[in-house]
């Protein structure tokens, strides 16, 4: 089977258990994280199989290599920010209040040479 057929060869089943044992038939490898993550999309996005399994194989997000099928590990992170709570910030968008209690450095106190610096420093 070429790649190319991959995709119509997937339209054909309804859950991923059942696409993933045709593929190890026809002598494919097909890492459990690929099927996570077509879980994922499935659940999340709430997709039939073969919608999900051409949304990440047209954004190659899956593609074959030899008689394997790669997974990009990537898509994970879309779906961990799907997870994440709405009230919840993502990590990087901290307002400075909530990060000065885990800002270390900050608890220290100010030297007097770091509060007044010498003359012509």
Not at 23 to 49: I, S
Request: with cysteine.
């Amino acid at each position: 089977m070429d790649a190319k057929d991959l995709l119509w060869f997937s339209s054909g089943f309804r859950t991923v258990e059942a696409w993933r044992d045709a593929m190890c038939a026809h002598g494919y490898r097909v890492p459990v994280h690929l099927c996570h993550g077509l879980h994922e999309a499935m659940q999340y996005l709430d997709l039939t199989f073969s919608v999900a399994f051409r949304l990440l194989w047209v954004n190659s997000k899956i593609f074959v290599n030899g008689r394997v099928l790669v997974y990009d590990f990537s898509t994970s992170d879309l779906w961990a920010a799907a997870k994440r709570p709405a009230s919840t910030p993502p990590a990087g968008a901290l307002p400075p209040a909530v990060a000065w209690d885990r800002d270390v450095l900050a608890m220290i106190p100010a030297t007097e040479e770091i509060v007044r610096p010498a003359p012509g420093a």
